[in-house]
């Protein structure tokens, strides 16, 4: 019982620390993203992993075409075979992937922020060949979801350097 009155009172201070070293929530009204929220257009090439990646900054960030920034994405994937059979077949797959991305200011056309994310997934294919092009196709749609994650994450990061 003592212990439980202890990690409460610890909750409350933290939240009251937080409260008066000026924490703002980042999607607040005053907070770092309001300014790339929907005052954004994404530019990825023109493939499925575009596709799926410029959906996901748009899910995060909102959509404006005639926004004050331009982000261009570039995402590219590499497979690699990580387990092998005794009979030489590759079990399970490595997919690693990049996305170059720059941020612009579209009145200006000068450089923001730009950089470079990595991350990766895997999937199995020890199903049928149905299961396995469904498990590389969704390997795929997660990576491209946590490229995404990550230019949102660092672009958020450094918004309040950004000009309003």
């Not at 009979?87 to 690693?96: D, I, K, L, S, W």
């Not at 000068?110 to 991350?119: C, F, H, L, M, S």
């Amino acid at each position: 019982m003592w212990l439980h009155r202890r990690q409460t009172l610890f909750a409350l201070g933290a939240v009251f620390a937080a409260a008066a070293c000026g924490f703002t929530p980042v999607y607040g009204p005053q907070g770092a993203a309001s300014v790339l929220q929907d005052n954004l257009r994404v530019e990825t090439p023109r493939n499925h992993n575009g596709y799926l990646i410029s959906q996901r900054l748009e899910d995060r960030l909102g959509r404006n075409d005639n926004g004050r920034y331009v982000l261009t994405v570039t995402p590219t994937v590499r497979q690699q075979g990580l387990a092998t059979s005794v009979e030489g077949t590759t079990n399970r797959f490595q997919v690693t992937g990049d996305a170059d991305y720059a941020l612009k200011d579209a009145e200006s056309g000068a450089d923001v922020q730009n950089g470079r994310v990595t991350n990766f997934t895997g999937y199995s294919t020890t199903g049928s060949t149905v299961a396995t092009l469904a498990a590389e196709r969704d390997a795929a749609a997660r990576l491209m979801v946590i490229l995404a994650d990550q230019i949102v994450d660092r672009l958020i990061l450094s918004a309040k350097d950004l000009p309003e």
